[in-house]
Each structure stands twice: as structure tokens, then as C-alpha cells.
């Protein structure tokens, strides 16, 4: 199982940002879908799930500001972020989780400027 991130960059405060997590299986195949995100010096945070059946939670840290959702035909996950403040800077990864199994992708950087 292989989990391709990407999306991140440099945003001002207030700006939005899309990530995005490619799996090389269907998504459908798996019990849930999250991202994470980890900043200098912090455990690595859950931001948001989305289950097999569509059901999502979010972190109250980003609600009302991140939105997770899925593509299933394109096998993609999705992470939109509005209203981005400075301490949503982090390494952002994405991980699946199947049969006991969690399966991460690599990080991509999320840096929110003030």
C-alpha cells in the first residue's frame, strides 16, 4: 500500500490550502482515512478521519476550518484548509488504516506566515 501526499506550501494567514493523499488501493478497501500533522517539538496530532462509510470527525482544533472528504474513483483523500493560522504550521501526513494495519504517506509541509 503505498499513500502519496501533496498540496503543502507557503500560506499567509487566512489563505487556504488543498492537500491531497493518493493511494494506490481503493479507498474503499480501508477502514478509515486521516490525516495527521506534526509541528517542531509536538507529537504527531490527529486533524481529521474519514471513515469507510463516509462518515467524518475533525480535531476541534480545525473545525469549522478543515474539511476532510474523498474521490473515491480517483482513490484520493482530501484535506481543505481555510482560514489558516499560524499554529496550523506543520508537517502534514496522511494514514490508512486497514485490518489492525495503518499504512502513513509521506509529509508534506504546511507553513502559514503571520
Known amino acids: 500500500v503505498q499513500l502519496q501526499a501533496s498540496g503543502g506550501g507557503l500560506v499567509q494567514a487566512g489563505g487556504s490550502l488543498r492537500l491531497s493523499c493518493r493511494v494506490s488501493?481503493?479507498?474503499?478497501?480501508?477502514?478509515?482515512m486521516s490525516w495527521y500533522r506534526q509541528a517542531p517539538g509536538n507529537q504527531r496530532e490527529l486533524v481529521a478521519r474519514?471513515?469507510?462509510?463516509?462518515?467524518?470527525i475533525h480535531a476541534d482544533s480545525v473545525k469549522g476550518r478543515f474539511t476532510i472528504s474523498r474521490d473515491i474513483p480517483r482513490n484520493t483523500v482530501y484535506l481543505q484548509m481555510n482560514s489558516l493560522k499560524p499554529e496550523d504550521t506543520a508537517d502534514y501526513y496522511c494514514k490508512a488504516d486497514l485490518a489492525g494495519r495503518s499504512y502513513w504517506g509521506q509529509g508534506t509541509l504546511v507553513t502559514v506566515s503571520s
Open positions: 474519514i471513515f469507510s462509510k463516509g462518515a467524518t
Open positions: 488501493l481503493s479507498i474503499l478497501n480501508f477502514n478509515a
